[in-house]
């Protein structure tokens, strides 16, 4: 139901777009996020946006490079990455919720798509 694409092989200092295709629901009435997680470590919060668009909430350290978006016509969420890092590299999920709460916890969320791995070369 949410699929992500834009992941990819990038090297430091670029930018990817990642973006979230949902089918079978309407995003506008959930909140959505985006998660990572790297080899052997934990899945991470990196962001989530309000059903409307008009609030946001980053994880640790990412709102400087780091900028979800959304557009409910589309039934599609974004994040822009900017200065990719090495340590970005990651698998990242989009998830969707429908509390409407921009929270950072993974298990309240219920719908995930299978991830886009974003690798990050020095």
């Known amino acids: 139901q949410l699929i992500e694409t834009g992941g990819g092989l990038v090297q430091a200092g670029g930018s990817l777009r990642l973006s979230c295709a949902a089918s079978e629901i309407s995003i506008s009435n959930y909140v959505m996020a985006w998660f990572r997680q790297a080899p052997g470590k934990e899945r991470e919060f990196v962001a989530a946006i309000s059903v409307d668009g008009a609030s946001t909430n980053y994880g640790n350290s990412k709102k400087r490079r780091f900028t979800i978006s959304r557009d409910n016509a589309k039934n599609t969420v974004y994040l822009q990455v900017d200065s990719l890092k090495p340590e970005d590299t990651a698998v990242y999920y989009c998830?969707?919720?429908?509390?409407?709460?921009?929270?950072?916890?993974?298990?309240?969320?219920?719908?995930w798509g299978q991830g886009t791995q974003v690798t990050v070369s020095s």
């Open positions: 998830s969707a919720t429908r509390l409407l709460i921009l929270t950072p916890l993974a298990h309240q969320y219920e719908y």
